[in-house]
């Protein structure tokens, strides 16, 4: 047997807010997890040091 909705789910506009808030947490969830998904670079302090010294040349175009 079917568990009824909550009361507060029986109308239809509340249904479509409620569903938009779950669909745009998930885009969050999916986001944060593609950008921190703990692959980092973790440099030595050799490599910030040269980096530091010898700073990349950017060519204008």
């Given at each position: 047997?079917?568990?009824?909705?909550?009361?507060?789910?029986?109308?239809?506009?509340?249904?479509?807010?409620?569903l938009?808030?779950?669909?745009?947490?998930?885009?969050?969830?999916?986001?944060?997890?593609?950008?921190?998904?703990?692959?980092?670079?973790?440099?030595?302090?050799?490599?910030?040091?040269?980096?530091?010294?010898?700073?990349?040349?950017?060519?204008r175009?």
């Open positions: 047997m079917r568990k009824p909705m909550p009361s507060f789910l029986q109308h239809p506009l509340a249904r479509e807010i409620a938009a808030i779950v669909v745009k947490l998930l885009v969050i969830v999916a986001i944060f997890y593609a950008f921190f998904d703990g692959k980092a670079v973790r440099p030595d302090a050799d490599a910030v040091a040269e980096h530091l010294a010898n700073p990349p040349q950017y060519t175009h």
